[in-house]
């Protein structure tokens, strides 16, 4: 009786509610003065590695009813953040648009129906966010998501290794900008496109073509501008603890292209052996700790969805009303939808990954304050 009375507590609509708020403003940690929301800690955690002139611009993509909510927290919280931190927020909201939702269909593949007669369409997985993220107008974009978190006391550990990810970045990416330019003007001798050549091999994990040494100069520049000229992620990857999703795999297409992917489970046919120890052998697992370069050499934006590899999106199993229904997802967000980039893995430590799935990990070591 007391479980039942606790559990109508936490959800019903006339007490706590807790079931029509987002993951991002439930409370999440208990401070001796207040508890925090997720929400409130990524605002904390934003101040220390992406402020520029005292200001950190921050987007979440949020459910459309939400948004008066996430509003009256920032609200809230704002001027405390500012005070602790010195910084000053500009914070964005956007949804998934339905534009991107797909048609569901039967196990037959016939469109589903729903009571009233009318199609049935779903939301399309996280990759429909490509359209948020391609709208953002910024130098370099962090991603992650709202439930990786830590209290306070871990806040500068898991900083310093975005600022990391974010030097690597930077650094690479002032180096690809200096060859695009001379590619650009192409008046690049032997010497520099063999160091060109070596600078995507290493440092941008490109797989060439085997016909490569064969091309002619002029092909060569073209060949080496076009790999060079595209949009640069930099993943953070921990060492994989056995955590559900996805990891970093070296894959290859229908053409035969090599390429360093985010892979989820979802995605690999466990029916086949071989494909299934490889997923059970992978040695590192995919946070969603990712820094994003989106401008080329020139400052203009890429348009995202010409780095989109379509062949990806998947087919779920879903249910509807008690009936099963097929579900098509887009090309996940780091999956299929950024297939076409280039792609630099790096190792970071397990206390930058501290997700909460359930209530019980709330209980670790990054969400307490003592």
Known sequence: QQKLIFIKTMLDEDK??????????????????????????????????CASNGKARLHFTI???????????????????????????????????????TIAV?????????????????????????DNLNDIDADIIFVKNIDNVVVFKYENEV??????????????????????????LRTVTDTEITEITNFLKTKLNVVFSSEYDKYSKKYKI?????????????????????????GPFWTKDQADNISLQIVESAQIDKNIRAQKNILKNATHFNPVDIVCGVKNYKGQKYDLHEYVDHNTAFISMKTKTGKDLKALELPGLWNGSMAFWNTIFVEVPLITFNPVKTVNDLLKPAHQVK
Request: aromatic share 12%; proline share 4%; net charge negative.
């Open 16 to 49: 706590l509610n807790f079931s029509f708020y987002p993951k991002g403003l439930l409370p999440c940690h208990k401070y001796r003065e207040h508890n925090a929301t997720a929400f409130e800690e990524h605002l904390f955690e934003a101040a220390l590695y």
């Open 63 to 101: 459910s459309e009813k939400h948004e008066d909510k996430f509003d009256e927290e920032f609200q809230r919280i704002e001027k405390i953040v500012e005070r602790k931190k010195n910084t000053q927020f500009d914070i964005v909201f956007s949804y998934q648009k339905e534009s991107t939702d």
């Open 159 to 184: 900083a310093y290794y975005k600022k990391m990810l974010g030097g690597i970045l930077l650094s690479v990416q002032e180096q690809a900008f200096q060859y695009a330019e001379r590619l650009e």
């Open 106 to 130: 039967t196990k037959n593949n016939e469109p589903f129906r729903q009571e009233d007669g009318s199609l049935l369409f779903r939301p399309s997985g996280h990759g429909a966010l490509l």
């Open 222 to 246: 073209e060949y080496l501008m076009e790999k060079l000229n595209r949009p640069i992620r930099v993943c953070g990857m921990v060492k994989n603890e056995g955590e559900p999703g996805g």
